[in-house]
Nanobody, 115 residues
Framework: QGQLVESGGGLVQPGGSLRLSCAASGFTSSAYTMSWFRQHPGKERELVAT???????NYADSVKGRFTISRDNAKNTVYLQMNSLKPEDTAVYYC?????????WGQGTQVTVSS
């Protein structure tokens, strides 16, 4: 039960911006901590940002000051605003929620930062 669908990825030049969206369905996402992860080719999936049910954010050091996680509870959607993008930000970005019974992942959206 429940589904997460990411959107908003694409190809941008270094220094550009993208806003990723994670639309939740089948459950009320506002009750849970939501997270964004990313995975570089050949590497482990890494945590990018989290936002709690009380809207408290946390960020990986690699994106702190450049990325902003937010949520619109009325739309059951979580966002990741990415500014000042760097080639090292290139990855597949995944939305995630951790229930007490397990994890739920979206399908991922590709972000490519290249000149």
């Amino acid at each position: 039960q429940g589904q997460l669908v990411e959107s908003g990825g694409g190809l941008v030049q270094p220094g550009g911006s993208l806003r990723l969206s994670c639309a939740a369905s089948g459950f009320t996402s506002s009750a849970y901590t939501m997270s964004w992860f990313r995975q570089h080719p050949g590497k482990e999936r890494e945590l990018v940002a989290t936002i709690t049910s009380t809207l408290m954010p946390n960020y990986a050091d690699s994106v702190k000051g450049r990325f902003t996680i937010s949520r619109d509870n009325a739309k059951n959607t979580v966002y990741l605003q990415m500014n000042s993008l760097k080639p090292e930000d290139t990855a597949v970005y995944y939305c995630n929620v951790r229930f007490h019974w397990g994890l739920l992942w979206g399908q991922g959206t590709q972000v490519t930062v290249s000149s």
